[in-house]
């Protein structure tokens, strides 16, 4: 754990006693600030107290001798309307702050040399953070993985300069990170998505534009017109700035052409690495992934035949276009983590004949988006609160059924693809929804998909019967 630095002797509030809130509400206290810790919910308050964190109505105390309010990342704070902690803070001019603002308070002290990557995005934010890890593990690296994709920050090993902090940043960790400054910042591209959190569009453009901002080098995707607009902003102001794009040419940066990634250097380009058969890395998104973790690791220092090995034995994410099963010519693929029709694209666009299981919690824009890719669905399986609404947007366009449950879902796809003649027809999970009508989240939609699958094939992935 990373003891945190900067509040010694100093009353720390802390509300949100999920994982990351009780792991910051730890590292004060070893960094020796006096904490008062509160949750809405009795589950984090007794997790608090086990932890011996000091429990305290953050609703009653006096907040004229607080220093700071470390806010868990899930708690509103600007919209629909801020959290009550929030409110409170602010009335008495105390900074409201993320365990990622400690993390680099404490790095600024401890180890201001050491390296951060921090990675954010619509879409594409947590493989990419994955894959700079493996790369970097690779070559023989020091990295440290983690905030919003597996462990909270403060968990890893201390900042070093011979440690690499790679981090994957959500918009609302960004929100609460004023002095966010990494070495290398990464923004992979921008769609609608949180706008209930944000309010608007351009304010979520504008929280995950500051991760760019304020880094040595910004690596950014130029495939869309926000963050295209991003980068032109960071050159302006003097950043080095590196360019990733699937649609054709940059000038610096990587780009892919085909299924092969071309890196730019003053408008000099080199062929890398080709990507065909890297069965983790299908699809023109993952060229994009792979883009930007070629342009993070080249900058950082690493050896481009360490880069190209490195990519080359990416094992993927579980819930990200992951092959989780086989029955004789009928892939199975759960695609739960994308929660939008923008992450749902990208699935749809790497498969040609695909049963197609959709629903759950709609997003703003449903899967109206999508339509271009509608050719490719032999028939869709609709679950979940957006059944009807999706029903209605595929019409006549696309063989659909509302199956209500996954599990009546992936049975009656898997029958359907069985009978299908192509050379590989695939069920895909892919919802272009929230998880949270059916599911506590996309890990256990995905987790309840790859049951279903094992039911119908026998056996687990990477057991498959030739």
Known sequence: MIAAQGFRDKTVAVFGLGGSGLVAARALVAGGANVLAWDDGEKGRQAAAAAGIPVADLSSVDWSGIEALVLAPGVPLTHPEPHWSVAKARAAGVEVIGDIELFERTRARVSPGSPLVAITGTNGKSTTTALISHVLTAAGRDAQMGGNIGVPVLELAQPDEGRIHVLECSSYQIDLTPGLAPSVGVLMNISPDHLDRHGTLENYAAVK?????????????????????????????????????????????????????????????????????????????????????????????VADEAIREGVCTFPGLAHRMQVVGRKERVLFVNDSKATNADAAERALASYERIYWIAGGKAKAGGIAPLRPWFGRIAKAYLIGEAAREFSDTLGSEVEHVVCGTLEAAVARAARDAAEDSHEEPVVLLSPACASFDQFANFEVRGEAFADEVLKITGHAPGQEVA
């Open 209 to 301: 534009e500051r991760l760019v901002s304020a880094s040595r080098t910004c690596v950014v995707g130029v495939d869309d017109e926000l963050s295209r607009a991003a980068a032109d902003r960071a050159e302006g102001r003097g950043q080095e700035v590196l360019r990733i794009s699937t649609r054709g040419p940059v000038r610096d940066g990587c780009f892919s052409r085909g299924s092969t990634l071309v890196v730019a250097a003053g408008g000099v380009e080199t062929e890398f690495v080709d990507l065909s058969g890297i069965a983790s890395l299908r699809g023109a998104h993952n060229a994009q992934n792979a883009a930007a973790t070629v342009c993070v690791c080249r900058t950082l220092g």
